[in-house]
């Protein structure tokens, strides 16, 4: 019944934005550390960013600068807001919530990004 269900992924141009959305449904799932990743065909799925209990948040080369990772805790909900958008960022983006030592780990749907140069 918990899960994880993204959105907000679409064409643009490059240079421009996409704001993604990550919401947890069930008890069972805590958004205090969350990742997104990517994986684009061909290639391996790679950690674009992290969020941290403490609220430090962590980003692959590739996207510091023009990625941010944020969380609102009374919704559950995550978010990426990628700026500045390449065509190299192209792929499915996926949440990603890690297990604890009682809680197994989730998975977001995934969600298309596709960007036009």
């Known amino acids: 019944q918990a899960q994880l269900v993204e959105s907000g992924g679409g064409l643009v141009q490059a240079g421009g934005r996409l704001r993604l959305s990550c919401t947890a449904s069930?008890?069972?799932?805590?958004?205090?550390?969350m990742r997104w990743y990517r994986q684009a065909p061909g290639k391996q799925r790679e950690l674009v960013a992290a969020?941290?209990?403490?609220?430090?948040?962590q980003y692959a080369d590739s996207v510091k600068g023009r990625f941010t990772i944020s969380r609102d805790s009374v919704k559950k909900s995550l978010f990426l807001q990628m700026n500045s958008l390449k065509p190299e960022d192209t792929a499915t983006y996926y949440c990603?919530?890690?297990?604890?030592?009682?809680?197994?780990?989730?998975w977001g749907q995934g969600t298309q990004v596709t960007v036009s140069s």
């Open positions: 069930g008890s069972s799932i805590s958004i205090n550390v």
């Open positions: 990603y919530c890690p297990g604890t030592g009682t809680t197994v780990s989730y």
């Open positions: 969020i941290n209990s403490d609220g430090t948040t």
